[in-house]
T-cell receptor
């Protein structure tokens, strides 16, 4: 069975700094998708970034980028120039390829951006 | 475009009561899901549906039931509520052809006392 592990329950960084959130996963599949979701205090789940396992190039979305290491089964999220609005719970998530659309979530990392 | 709409947003139930959490999406997504989020934990899949008339159990289905009579609606039924069902419930939908992850509803905070 696939598992997703986030080893950092909570982190704090100063505004404008860069922060990296860690995520590892376990699967025997070769085709899959990885996601980072943000959950601010409003409770809404927001997709931050996605990565297809067959793509070697790391995904980027503005200040958010990932370091995808397929062999190591690692999928970290880097937030550059962090802003107060980045304060949220961040969930790493895994989904197998087209055979199965179920997403498996890690337990989350609570990120505090300090003014 | 409303996306995924969940009602109610908050609810307090007494032990043994029943209720239905409503979920509606207007994106013509074929896949729909129910997750629960316990404090300090990630989301765990309760039930999911790949299309109207088709449902299947997820990781934590006990104490819940679902139905999918239309593409748009995917209600979650709690029978005989227990304190262990105190949680935040999220409904989500996706279009399996695009694989862009889920669109989530805003959640229902349920407390069973």
């Amino acid at each position: 069975a696939q598992t997703v592990t986030q080893s950092q329950p909570e982190m704090s960084v100063q505004e404008a700094e860069t922060v990296t959130l860690s995520c590892t996963y376990d699967t025997s599949e070769n085709n899959y998708y990885l996601f980072w979701y943000k959950q601010p205090p409003s409770r809404q789940m927001i997709l931050v970034i996605r990565q297809e396992a067959y793509k070697q190039q790391n995904a980027t979305e503005n200040r958010f980028s990932v370091n995808f290491q397929k062999a190591a089964k690692s999928f970290s999220l880097k937030i550059s120039d962090s802003q107060l609005g980045d304060t949220a719970m961040y969930f790493c998530a895994f989904m197998m390829g087209f055979r199965d659309d179920k997403i498996i979530f890690g337990k989350g990392t609570r990120l505090h951006i300090l003014p | 475009n409303a996306g995924v709409t969940q009602t109610p947003k908050f609810r307090i139930l007494k032990i043994g009561q029943s209720m239905t959490l409503q979920c509606t999406q207007d994106m013509n997504h074929n896949y729909m899901y129910w997750y629960r989020q316990d404090p300090g934990m990630g989301l765990k899949l309760i039930y999911y549906s790949v299309g109207a008339g088709i449902t299947d159990k997820g990781e934590v289905p006990n104490g819940y039931n679902v139905s999918r009579s239309t593409t748009e609606d995917f209600p979650l039924r709690l029978e005989l509520a227990a304190p262990s069902q105190t949680s935040v419930y999220f409904c989500a939908s996706s279009n399996s052809r695009t694989v862009y992850g889920y669109t989530f509803g805003s959640g229902t905070r349920l407390t069973v006392v």
